[in-house]
């Protein structure tokens, strides 16, 4: 099973050119796809409809938008458009249930720019079962609010399963229109633009602090995700999914796939393609090893 999580920046290129089929070209080839900054109905993307965009180059796939800022366009030419960007997730596989779970409470400024974020969370229905996946951005400019909004997707790696399916107590009511009620497993992967360096007290709250006794490895707790970077072979210093000089190719690594211990333990390789031009941030792949669960 291949996944990617990938910031299209709007669908915005090196060159400066919006273009939402070089997106869809540079992931074309993996099972789970996670978008973070998709516009909708935006003046500087021309007012596309990037998730339909999108979609419509995996016609075959399954695919969620969760806007995570919804407002009245100010410029769109028909008056009544909502203007939105969030997050997205495609999936060659069954996507039975969704939520768009918002980052609270939202800090704001007088004097720079701040949107509000979430966590697209999604339950797919794979050849190997159920499997949880999210895709999310954290806020870029405060490491006490990336905290804040770690706290708070740990919690929803807990509490998911407890809360159960999207709908329940839905045999034989005309309005559940025969939705099939789904157990949220507890195994999950978590996509997205973290915002956050390895090593960062962001990252040690994610995957746990170093052993003791091996500087290799971390003290994963049940609330915990592991690097799948790490895990692969790579090394927490290593990797570059923003890069900051074209001529060098250096830059940091901020993209990441956190997977539960016990899907961190079937990953088989990752890699981050730095030749895509589609956005400023580059693909970040994992490959994981089947059946997923044992």
């Not at 996509?191 to 040690?204: A, T």
């Not at 981050?272 to 956005?279: F, T």
């Amino acid at each position: 099973m291949k996944v990617v999580s990938y910031n299209i920046q709007y669908c915005k290129g090196r060159d400066g050119k919006i273009d939402p089929q070089r997106v869809v070209d540079s992931v074309r080839e993996a099972d789970i796809i996670a978008f973070q900054e998709v516009d909708k109905a935006a003046a500087r993307t021309g007012f596309i409809d990037q998730p339909q965009a999108l979609g419509d180059g995996f016609p075959e796939y399954f695919w969620v938008y969760g806007p995570t800022v919804d407002a009245l366009s100010r410029h769109h030419p028909r008056g009544n458009e909502r203007r939105q960007f969030g997050n997205m997730i495609l999936s060659r596989w069954p996507i039975v249930q969704s939520r768009n779970l918002l980052y609270t409470p939202r800090l704001g400024g007088a004097n720079h720019l701040s949107v509000q974020l979430g966590l697209l969370e999604t339950v797919i229905l794979t050849p190997d079962g159920l499997l949880r996946a999210y895709t999310t951005h954290l806020h870029h400019l405060s490491p006490g609010l990336r905290l804040r909004q770690i706290e708070q997707l740990k919690r929803h790696l807990l509490e998911a399963p407890l809360e159960g399916s999207v709908i329940s107590g839905s045999e034989g009511q005309d309005w559940s229109e025969g939705i099939d009620e789904y157990e949220v497993p507890f195994d999950a992967l978590f996509f997205g633009d973290f915002n956050l360096k390895p090593g960062s007290p962001e990252y040690e709250a994610l995957v746990g602090t170093p052993h003791p006794h091996d500087p290799n490895s971390r003290l994963l707790t049940i609330d915990g995700l592991a690097d799948t970077w790490v895990t692969a072979g790579n090394k927490e210093e290593e990797g570059v999914s923003l890069i900051r000089d074209f001529n060098s190719g250096s830059g940091i690594r901020i993209d990441y796939v956190f997977a539960t211990a016990k899907l961190s333990k079937k990953v088989k390789r990752a890699w981050i393609d730095s030749d895509a031009i589609a956005s400023d941030h580059q693909p970040y792949w994992v490959e994981f090893d089947r059946p997923l669960f044992d």
